[in-house]
């Protein structure tokens, strides 16, 4: 069940900025760090974007993320067709039940 | 590289057990906590288990709490994960993933397997 929420799809065109909410609480994107990743079909998530907007090696500079209150965003600039994918954000939650919570996902498609 | 191979998934009817397992190789083991997320067939990620670098500190979704019992062995640099009294709820591809830190506490995961999948029916 997942307590983050994103909106279905997403989409745009080749060279555009497309732009996913995240929207979360007090208990984790508004005292935790902010995670995301891209799974592309038919395989595994890949990390995307740590610690609010830190990327990991590899991952370009296309691919940011920023964080505000309980809510935090992925943006994508100059959108690529190998972009098309489903994107999910992440957080670390401090309620002891559910401590690791996951957004609801994005599917994001090029036009 | 780091790699993460999954195994033991399978067809098991419902109430019945099955073990899976993870291989891990290209970094320090017993260094991270590693953890099991599943993904049931076309929905989202769900967070089903972890444990710190030296096993002190396990975790379980209050899904599959009582019913599933997470284990590393840092000697085989292998996590396991033991699913008993399966229900057709459980079905889903099951991934292991690397924590950032040693640690069950607030960093996320680095890295992910391939995933094996669990299909529980009757």
């Known amino acids: 069940q997942s307590v983050l929420t994103q909106p279905p799809s997403a989409s745009g065109t080749p060279g555009q900025r497309v732009t996913i909410s995240c929207s979360g609480s007090s208990s984790n994107i508004g005292s935790n760090y902010v995670y995301w990743y891209q799974q592309l079909p038919g395989t595994a998530p890949k990390l995307l974007i740590y610690?609010?907007?830190q990327r990991p090696s590899g991952v370009p500079d296309r691919f940011s993320g920023s964080k505000s209150g309980t809510s935090a965003s992925l943006a994508i600039s100059g959108l690529r067709s190998e972009d098309e994918a489903d994107y999910y954000c992440?957080?670390?939650?401090?309620?002891?039940?559910?401590?690791?919570?996951f957004g609801t996902g994005t599917k994001v498609t090029v036009l | 590289e780091v790699q993460l191979v999954e195994s033991g998934g399978g067809l098991v009817q419902p109430g019945r057990s099955l073990r899976l397992s993870c291989a891990a190789s290209?970094?320090?083991?017993?260094?991270?906590?590693m953890h099991w997320v599943r993904q049931a067939p076309g929905k989202g990620l769900e967070w089903v288990s972890g444990?710190?670098?030296?096993?002190?500190?396990?975790g379980y979704a209050d899904s599959v709490k009582g019913r599933f019992t997470i284990s590393r062995d840092n000697a085989k640099n292998s996590l396991y994960l033991q699913m008993n009294s399966l229900r057709a709820e459980d079905t889903a591809l099951y991934y292991c993933?690397?924590?950032?830190?040693?640690?069950?506490?607030?960093?996320?995961?680095?890295?992910w397997g391939q995933g094996t999948l669990v299909t529980v029916s009757s």
């Open positions: 444990i710190s670098w030296n096993s002190g500190s396990i």
């Open positions: 610690r609010n907007n």
């Open positions: 992440a957080a670390w939650d401090d309620s002891l039940s559910v401590p690791y919570v």
């Open positions: 993933a690397k924590d950032m830190q040693g640690a069950v506490a607030g960093t996320l995961f680095d890295y």
């Open positions: 290209g970094f320090t083991f017993d260094d991270y906590a």
